[in-house]
C-alpha cells in the first residue's frame, strides 16, 4: 500500500462507518420502544381500563381474566383473545396507526361482558 492509497482508505472506511451508525440510528426511531402491559379481566371491568403507546411501539399484553373467562378485543387491529377463568395470555403487536380505539370483551356469557369497555390510545 502506497502513502497516499492510506488516507483514501482511512476515509472511505470513515464514511462506510458513520453511514451505518446513521442507517442504524433511523432503524431503531422508526422501530419505537417495546411496552408491556399488565391488563386484568375482573368484576365486568378491565384495569387498566386504558392503555396508552406511540406510534410504531411494540405493544406487549399480559392478559388474566381473574374471575371468569373474559376476552380481549381490539377490531382496527384485528386482536381477539380469550383467557379462560384464572388464566393468563399473552400477546404482542405493532402500534402502526395513531387514533383512539376501543378494547371490549367479546364474550356472551353473561350480559354484563359487553359492558366491559377500555380505550387504547396511539399517539
Known amino acids: ?26 432503524a431503531a426511531r422508526t422501530q419505537g420502544q417495546v411496552r408491556e402491559f399488565s391488563v386484568v379481566g375482573r368484576d365486568f371491568a378491565f384495569s387498566p381500563a386504558a392503555i396508552e403507546v406511540q406510534r410504531d411501539d411494540l405493544v406487549k399484553i399480559s392478559f ?13 387491529y384485528r386482536i381477539a383473545k380469550r383467557a379462560g377463568a384464572g388464566q393468563t395470555v399473552v ?14 370483551c367479546n364474550l356472551t356469557q353473561d350480559d354484563r361482558c359487553r359492558q366491559m369497555r ?5 399517539r
Not at 483514501?8 to 453511514?19: H, V
Request: hydrophobic share 60%; glycine share 4%.
Open 91 to 104: 400477546f404482542e403487536f405493532r402500534a402502526d396507526r395513531a387514533g383512539s380505539f376501543s378494547f371490549y
Open 118 to 122: 377500555g380505550r387504547l390510545v396511539v
Open 1 to 26: 500500500m502506497t502513502l497516499f492509497q492510506r488516507p483514501r482508505l482511512l476515509i472511505a472506511f470513515a464514511t462506510f462507518a458513520i453511514a451505518v451508525a446513521a442507517l442504524t440510528t433511523v
Open 64 to 76: 388474566a381474566a381473574a374471575d371468569i373467562a373474559h376476552s380481549f378485543t381490539v377490531d382496527e
